[in-house]
């Protein structure tokens, strides 16, 4: 027999009973019954009860045992009587009596339990993290990202892409965030950077001739942590294909994106077919550009029921402000004066000076709207508002004015609080959509200029023309993301091929030919000499598994994750670097005071 085990605690089962095995694994809990003490023996696989009696030469150990002991337990596999069998464990009906038993690893009192699902403070969990993964939960959810990981791979190889690896050292490219430096020991006062995504070489890998890539590319960020986005470091389905356009990447990824999402949902519903919702019309509609479509509520412009109004803040908005506009956010059922008071007082907590609404209701069998709004704008306007946004009495509507790209973000977030608030949004379902025609260039008011509104390597709409003859802040891009549930899970985009085009779009955010050559000279250079259009997209594994497992955090999808402060307690990194090593970087440290 095997040094440790003939089967692993999942495995034994009514065809075993009267047969003489050997398990070993965690002491996941120890009950004493009277006399007989019961072991539920604990491993990767699942959990076996075990039983010994105080005739068995193992009792006397067996009474030392604590929780997450490993011992190896030597018995015969006996039948449950059917009052104990237990339907909820694969194992329940059968038990293990103790023959021998050996403590292979002892264990100190633990900083946190493992049976049960108690929250502890992070702190302890990220320190102690090897006791963490044993919890049931979160043991599971890391068993299941690596069968999403698995299964990702092989629908990418049934249709067609290749995985390759693409550089870890490489140099700084400008990807929305900071790059983690690594100081170069063999060139003095020169730094790698770590990638923030493989987007240069995925693109390279199609001037060389390589169709269909892929790769489970791990992506490094130095940027503040926050719930769906971890500090450090994360994962992603990488991907470009050669000779596509859009909806060659849409046809080709729809399908791999939404079997993944039908094979782990549970039997959650999925979207079948993927809506393609332009940008300018996710920000109107949802105040987003990652919506959550399971929130039935969609908010329109209402600004000429506002127009010359008796509702002069409004109005006077209106009439001063060539970008002012009055949004409205219906509220189906919200139609009472506490709820509208209770958004009200919500706004204000927001930093809002308030959120002005009408709500409708029945008097004398005739439909009114009530509220202040309602009473300045009159009877006409009021029931223009209600039959334009579809409501009826009961309902309430909430407004937003001023410059929407101002107020849009305040509007989105309203509109999901009274879509939580009157439970209009349904949770068990999977909602995919794509959206589409970003902006190529936004507005940036710190710095009182032009700059890239997405991804820098992606085609204009218009190409070279656009750039040559349009408004900058006009011109989209043929960029898209893929979002769920209120979440981005993948952005992608149809790239440059064109040098021309690279040069005078990083020409208008400032960059001449000289920095463009010099900073992304790889790319530059492999457009000259003979570049296929390509495109392609990246897809966050940890988000996807985040949403499939239904948890709140990416900390509860991933094995060993930084804290907020973006420390790892566990390795006890960063560290301090010792002078011998600062001396071979030849670095010398300026801390701050």
């Not at 992070?122 to 044993?134: N, S």
């Not at 060659?248 to 399908?255: G, K, R, T, Y």
């Not at 005739?366 to 009159?378: Q, S």
């Not at 594994?541 to 420390?567: C, H, S, W, Y």
């Amino acid at each position: 027999m095997h040094r440790y085990r003939s089967h692993t605690c999942e495995e034994l089962r009514e065809t075993h009973v009267g047969e003489s095995i050997r398990i070993s694994g965690w002491v996941h809990r120890v009950r004493d019954h009277g006399g007989l003490l019961f072991i539920d023996l604990r491993d990767d696989y699942g959990l076996t009860q075990c039983v010994v009696d105080p005739d068995s030469s193992a009792f006397k150990l067996a009474e030392t045992v604590r929780s997450e002991w490993v011992v190896r337990i030597d018995g015969e596999v006996k039948k449950r009587t059917d009052e104990t069998i237990n339907t909820n464990l694969p194992t329940g009906h059968i038990e293990v009596f103790i023959r021998e038993l050996e403590v292979l690893g002892a264990a100190k009192e633990l900083p946190l339990p493992v049976f049960g699902e108690q929250e502890y403070p992070e702190e302890t969990r990220l320190k102690y993290r090897f006791i963490d993964l044993r919890r049931e939960t979160l043991h599971a959810n890391i068993k299941t990202r690596s069968k999403i990981i698995s299964s990702i791979r092989n629908r990418m190889g049934e249709i067609g892409f290749t995985e390759y690896q693409t550089p870890i050292l490489t140099a700084s490219s400008p990807e929305g965030a900071r790059d983690f430096l690594v100081p170069s020991r063999i060139h003095p006062g020169k730094f790698y950077a770590l990638p923030q995504a493989p987007q240069q070489y995925k693109q390279l890998l199609m001037m060389s001739g390589f169709d269909r890539y892929f790769q489970i590319a791990p992506c490094f960020r130095d940027e503040d942590p926050r719930a769906d986005r971890l500090p450090g470091e994360f994962y992603q389905l990488d991907l470009e294909m050669s000779f596509v356009e859009q909806d060659d990447v849409f046809e080709a990824m729809e399908p791999v994106l939404k079997g993944v999402f039908e094979e782990f949902s549970g039997g959650k519903p999925v979207t079948q077919v993927f809506p393609r919702i332009p940008y300018d019309e996710a920000i109107l509609k949802y105040g987003s550009d990652k919506p959550d479509l399971r929130n039935p509520i969609e908010m329109q412009d209402v600004s000429e029921q506002f127009r010359g109004s008796g509702f002069k803040v409004f109005a006077n908005i209106l009439a001063n402000d060539p970008r002012g506009a009055v949004w409205a956010i219906p509220a189906p059922t919200g139609g009472s004066r506490a709820f509208c008071d209770r958004m009200n007082s919500w706004a204000q907590k927001e930093g809002q000076p308030g959120l002005g609404y009408i709500f409708w209701r029945l008097e004398d069998g005739k439909v009114e709207g009530a509220g202040p709004v309602a009473k300045n704008i009159g009877p006409e306007r009021t029931e223009a508002i209600r039959l334009q946004l579809g409501l009826k009495p009961g309902d309430a509507c909430f407004f937003a004015a001023g410059d929407p790209k101002k107020f849009s973000g305040f509007a989105g977030s309203a509109r999901t609080r009274v879509g939580e608030d009157l439970n209009l949004i349904d949770t068990d379902r999977f909602a995919l959509a794509w959206i589409v025609d970003f902006p190529f260039y936004e507005w940036d008011e710190e710095e009182k200029k032009v700059d890239f509104g997405h991804n820098p390597f992606t085609m204009p709409r218009g190409g070279l023309g656009a750039l040559e003859n349009e408004d900058p802040l006009n011109i989209k891009a043929w960029q898209y993301d893929l979002v769920c549930n209120g979440f981005e899970i993948a952005s992608g985009g149809i790239r440059n091929h064109v040098p021309e085009v690279m040069i005078k779009a990083f020409g208008i955010v400032g960059l001449d030919a000289e920095v463009v050559e010099e900073r992304f000279g790889g790319l530059y250079r492999a457009f000259h000499y003979g570049a296929p259009p390509h495109g392609g997209m990246a897809a966050g594994i940890d988000r996807i598994v985040m949403l499939l497992v239904g948890a709140k955090n990416l900390r509860e999808v991933t094995l060993f994750p930084m804290n907020q402060q973006a420390a790892d307690l566990l390795m006890g990194s960063p560290a301090e670097a010792s002078p011998a090593q600062l001396r071979d970087l030849h670095i010398r440290l300026n801390l701050p005071e």
